[in-house]
């Protein structure tokens, strides 16, 4: 069974920077495709990027040039730098298995991000 437990987010203002960690147990990264995710308020949850076994990575439109996944296979984590960030990028951001435009069924909690002056 995959356990993710997701950390790193907080409270920043527009232009800022985070970096978001994912701490994966029961599978190994290195050899599975990975995704991060976002849920803001009132609204479904939708991808954000994604990383393959072979370490081609995607993202969508809204946070492409402003954000990087990565993953450390040494602690089996996945990474997400999210810089320049809009107060449209607030939500809780999930990491999980990336299966295309299947969304896994389980999840961890989530870490918050509020973007705010």
């Known amino acids: ?14 232009g800022g920077s985070l970096r978001l960690s994912c701490a994966v147990s029961g599978i190994n990264v290195r ?3 990975m995704g991060w995710y976002r849920q803001a308020p009132g609204k479904e949850r ?7 076994w072979n370490g ?3 993202y969508a439109d809204s946070v492409k040039g402003r954000f990087t996944i990565s993953r450390d296979n040494a602690k089996n984590m996945v990474l997400l ?6 107060p449209e990028d607030t939500a ?6 990336y299966m295309g435009p299947t969304l896994p069924p389980d999840w961890g909690q989530g870490t ?3 973007v705010s002056a």
């Open 1 to 14: 069974q995959v356990q993710l437990v997701e950390s790193g987010g907080g409270l920043v203002q527009p």
């Open 92 to 97: 809780v951001y999930y990491c999980n298995k």
């Open 81 to 86: 730098q999210m810089n320049s960030l809009k």
């Open 46 to 52: 939708e991808f954000v990027a994604s990383i393959t």
């Open 31 to 33: 050899f599975s495709n």
């Open 56 to 58: 081609a990575t995607n």
């Open 112 to 114: 918050q991000v509020t």
